[in-house]
């Protein structure tokens, strides 16, 4: 017996069609964990964004319409949302040939739901959003994308959302919450006063002190939102160390407050905010940056669990490398200008190659629900095939694989690493508020800060 008939008795699959047919059934019908998102829960209110015009007004949409029209941004601004979609479906939708990847989401979304890819106007769209009732709707739409359970992003300066987190007794459970630590770390000169408005005694030039008072500020957070991970943005120029307010915050609040909890950090390295700030929201651009600096981060902090993705294209296989040196490393997703089928193609290859299936490919950073069913369609494709190649080199050398082996695989890579690197995912109790009632949550009367990350 040859040893690709032993493979055959114990169910491997030696036939290339087969295994590419089966490969993506698997890939497409595996339940993600989306680990990264800035979707919120039903229970947000408003905050819960959805529909068309939110899928138009999206801050990648904006900037290409920026580019096919002649109208500034400020002029854009002026419009209200409606105006704002319409316009940005007659330039790129109508105008123009939706072929960049935001675009051909919007159309790949419209299409899952049974609307008309090339309508002259949206009417038709506007309808059908406002014959849906949310809560049906968000189980239609993590149904069609596959996604069991969507990761937020939560401010907790932000008053808009602590008002959910203080007075909802009953957050949809498929909604995991995420610390995100921006204030904290990348702006401390503004977040000083504001937690001193809020009861915590803080100094600017930071303090043991001050140091504690943060700690305890994120741990009444942790203790209400029960995150599954804090999570920071961090520039293209982040050093680590160095002797600015960041490395103190990092070093005194955030890394000690992640070995206390045992949470895991993610770091979403490269970006440059606000390069051309007339664009707002949609004014970020990417940077190089240093991979040594998380390699230093990962060396001294061996018992926290990074999370780490990079910006920029030039970072990811640097950070393959740095990996395979830290065990305390997980890379994840294609963040925001990588989310293209192109470079997720090259960094799930370079990836394979390099730290086989310990790593997460993908995250959606989705802002609009819908834009779960494209981000997730979009980037399943794509892993498929680049699995597919891998299974085929290694049916080539020699060794067939078998559907439990496929399903081990990319039940890892969309669901287990994630959960082996949280410890699994946290309960929330569902009496929110009552977590809060040892000390209640005081908020400064001021009006929210728009958050732009
Ligand atoms: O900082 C972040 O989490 C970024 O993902 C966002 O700020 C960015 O605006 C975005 O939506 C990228 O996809
Ligand atoms: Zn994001």
């Known amino acids: 017996m040859t040893i690709m008939e032993k493979l055959v008795e114990r169910g491997a699959l030696p036939d290339v069609a087969q295994l590419r047919r089966e490969v993506a059934e698997v890939v497409k019908t595996t339940p993600v964990i989306d680990i990264h998102t800035h979707l919120l829960a039903p229970e947000f209110g408003e905050m819960s964004l959805f529909g068309i015009d939110e899928l138009l007004t999206y801050h990648y949409l904006i900037v290409e319409t920026l580019r096919s029209r002649n109208i500034t941004a400020e002029q854009f601004w002026d419009m209200n949302m409606s105006e704002q979609a ?53 189980n239609v739409v993590l149904d069609l994308a596959c996604v069991s359970d969507v990761v937020m992003t939560n401010d907790p300066f932000s008053t808009q959302e602590v008002k959910v987190w203080e007075t909802c007794t009953d957050i949809d459970k498929r909604f995991h919450a995420t610390l995100r630590m921006d204030r904290l770390v990348n702006d401390w000169e503004h977040t000083v006063p504001r937690l001193n408005q809020l009861g915590y005694q803080v100094e600017a030039r930071g303090s043991a002190k001050s140091a504690a008072e943060v700690r305890r500020f994120l741990g009444k957070w942790i203790a209400t939102m029960r995150p599954v991970c804090m999570a920071v943005s961090l520039p293209a120029e982040f050093k680590f160390p160095d002797n600015d307010s960041r490395d103190w915050v990092l070093r005194e609040v955030a890394l000690p407050a992640a070995q206390e909890h045992g949470l895991a950090l993610a770091v979403m390295v490269g970006v440059r905010r606000g390069v051309n700030p007339a664009l707002r929201v949609a004014g970020d651009g990417a940077g190089r940056a240093d991979v040594t600096s998380l390699e230093r981060m990962c060396a001294e902090y061996p018992d926290v669990r990074f999370l780490a993705t990079f910006l920029s294209r030039e970072n990811q296989h640097e950070l393959c490398v740095a990996a395979r040196k830290f065990s305390n490393l997980m890379p994840f997703g294609c963040w925001w200008f990588l989310n293209n089928p192109s470079i997720i193609t090259e960094i799930t290859r370079e990836r394979l190659e390099l730290l086989g299936t310990s790593f997460i490919p993908q995250h959606s950073d989705a802002r609009i629900l819908e834009q779960l069913i494209y981000k997730w369609g979009h980037s399943r494709d794509v892993i498929a095939e680049t699995l597919c190649e891998s299974y085929e080199r290694l049916l080539q050398s020699g060794r067939a694989v078998t559907r439990q082996e496929i399903e081990r695989d990319v039940t890892r890579m969309l669901r287990g690493n994630f959960l082996e690197w949280i410890g699994g995912l946290p309960t929330r109790p569902s009496t929110g508020p009552a977590a809060l009632t040892a000390e209640k949550v005081r908020q400064p009367e001021e009006p929210d800060v728009v958050t732009t990350y």
């Open 86 to 138: 319409d316009l940005v479906w007659k330039t790129l939708f109508v105008e123009n040939t939706p072929l960049s990847e935001a675009t051909r989401g919007v159309v790949t979304v419209l299409s899952a739901l049974g609307l008309d890819t090339g309508a002259p106007d949206l009417s038709e769209a506007r309808a059908f959003f406002r014959s849906r009732s949310l809560a049906e709707h968000v």
